[in-house]
């Protein structure tokens, strides 16, 4: 009985030892290595699991359709401090990833890397395959940035990918960089970009650009009530699941970035300008010639005409270029200057898009301004404005003269940028851009006042001086004009076919203004016109 209960008490206390023994091994003569393991492979599905928030549109009737999203894609990797023998690992896997035996023999042996990523996107084949694969290689999925909808809405959004600055994958340009901190958080983006208007936009553009062969242009569309921006288009585009193959140069977004000398559209600015400084009335009259010369140089109407005496409405309804020159005379250059930038030409808008641009008024403010360069800015030669600059003026107008600064966040509060012009100013250009509609008839709508303004454009020679022979043609128009709803801009880049805005951009304005006032319901406020 002694005896049996002896070695009972032995066995109990080898058993003791040597899980003791057990124990010392893992924990103190070993245990930095398994720490380290451990934490190799919990840094590998970390970051295997990252998630990246969502960027949603959003419709009339708030409902978010996702145009940046993440897809889950199968991974082979490696934790490389796991592999016990690093020529055996090689062997088995370099046949399957088409890879060199010797480079993954190097990199196995490295065994300060805690987790190397080896191949991306493989194949459901693969993944069988390696479910032999020696202790430390492992398959498992990580998320990828898809853009369901291709190269819809591509300037506005970006892309995520990687740069010299940076080998982790980030958001490069559009939506995704503005927002980085908070996508790359897990955070959702919902836009105020309508998915339906954005379609519609992008239809009415691509259509507009292949009928007069065109290189390119912009569409906006602006809540002039809140300064939410309903769609942003421009064209030639991208497709950012495929951004490595566009050119570089289509990355920026030209609504924000690029600048051009606007034309005519920037006389119903010079004109609110003229009318809420009291330096001219929509009754004033002016004796036009055909023609005025400053600095010896001698400006013409754009149609050579003569119209004799005509009153500043007329002005901007026959888009007489010496009229505009004489309200802007009227208003003087420091005045002149002081309301573009009221109006937010000359500086960001404050849209926060981080590759927007200022334009400039430098023709205007230098030192040296000549009695000529204030002529030719009030008809928008010379200043330099963003397609976004122009359509948030207009949409000053459209405000009764306040300009807020404009917003792609949903539901972002309206921030205020201050009063450019007068109510009544503002007003009575509207009043004045809705004659010169029923005057050229192009952009009507039965049923509703349209108010809009053309502008077409000579682009600056930069080899020569001057300008060249190319074109831009610009129409910038609201509705209905008793309470407007939207504003929109419509820019078509050197057309081929079709001398002046009135042919080229005004029916693509019609068409989607129709289709806005239908889709948002609005009412009619002039039954007469139908």
Do not use: C, W
Not at 6 to 32: D, K, M, S, T
Not at 235 to 246: G, I, L, Q, S, T
Not at 464 to 486: C, Q
């Amino acid at each position: 009985m002694a005896l049996r209960f002896f070695l009972l008490n032995f066995g109990f206390a080898l058993l003791f030892v040597l899980v003791g023994f057990n124990l010392y091994q893992l924990q103190i003569l070993h245990g930095e290595e398994h720490s380290a393991r451990a934490s190799a492979r919990a840094e590998a599905l970390q970051q295997l699991s990252l998630r990246r928030g969502s960027i949603f549109f959003t419709d009339r009737n708030d409902t978010a359709v996702p145009i940046a999203v993440n897809r889950n894609e199968s991974v082979v990797y490696a934790v490389p401090k796991e592999i016990e023998d690093a020529k055996e690992a090689a062997g088995f896997l370099a046949p399957l990833l088409g890879v060199s035996a010797d480079s993954l023999e190097k990199t196995f042996s490295e065994k300060k890397n805690l987790f190397k990523l080896l191949a991306e996107k493989i194949s459901s084949e693969l993944v069988a395959a390696l479910r032999e694969a020696p202790e430390g290689i492992y398959t498992g999925t990580k998320q990828y940035r898809s853009y369901p909808r291709g190269s819809f809405a591509s300037h506005l959004m970006g892309f995520v990918g990687l740069n010299a600055d940076t080998n982790v994958p980030r958001g490069l340009y559009g939506a995704e960089k503005y927002f980085e901190d908070a996508l790359a958080e897990g955070e959702d983006r919902h836009l105020s970009i309508d998915p339906f208007v954005q379609t519609e936009a992008e239809g009415a553009l691509a259509r507009l650009i292949g009928e007069y062969g065109a290189t390119g242009g912009t569409v906006i569309v602006e809540d002039p009530k809140t300064g939410a921006l309903l769609a942003v288009v421009s064209k030639p585009d991208f497709d950012p699941n495929e951004y490595r193959v566009a050119p570089i140069a289509r990355f920026l977004n030209p609504a924000f970035s690029y600048v051009y000398e606007p034309g005519s559209v920037m006389k119903a600015i010079t004109m609110a300008s003229a009318l809420d400084a009291g330096a001219v009335t929509p009754e004033t009259t002016y004796m036009d010639k055909g023609s005025v010369t400053r600095d010896r140089r001698t400006i013409h109407n754009f149609d050579n005409r003569v119209y004799g005496t005509v009153t500043m409405t007329n002005v901007i309804e026959r888009s007489i270029n010496t009229g505009s020159v004489f309200a802007a005379e009227r208003l003087g250059r420091e005045r002149y200057v002081d309301y573009l930038e009221k109006f937010g030409f000359g500086a960001v808008t404050g849209i926060g898009a981080p590759e927007e641009v200022a334009g400039s008024l430098k023709n205007l403010t230098k030192p040296d301004t000549k009695s000529i360069e204030l002529a030719t800015a009030s008809f928008g030669q010379g200043t330099a404005v963003t397609p976004l600059q122009l359509v948030n003026a207009y949409a000053t107008l459209a405000n009764g003269g306040v300009r807020l600064t404009p917003s792609i966040l949903k539901d972002a509060p309206s921030r205020r940028a201050g009063r450019a012009v007068s109510k009544e100013a503002a007003a009575a250009v509207l009043r004045m851009m809705e004659s010169t509609v029923n005057v050229n008839k192009v952009a009507v709508i039965a049923g509703y006042r349209v108010a809009g303004k053309t502008g077409t454009a000579f682009i600056p020679d930069f080899e020569n001086g001057g300008y060249s022979d190319e074109l831009i043609h610009t129409f910038v128009g609201t509705a209905p004009v008793s309470d407007p709803r939207f504003v929109v801009l419509v820019k078509l880049d050197r057309p081929k076919v079709g001398e002046l805005a009135g042919i080229t951009v005004v029916p693509a304005f019609r068409s989607l203004a129709e289709f806005l006032l239908t889709y948002y319901r609005v009412p009619p406020d002039n039954l007469s016109r139908e």
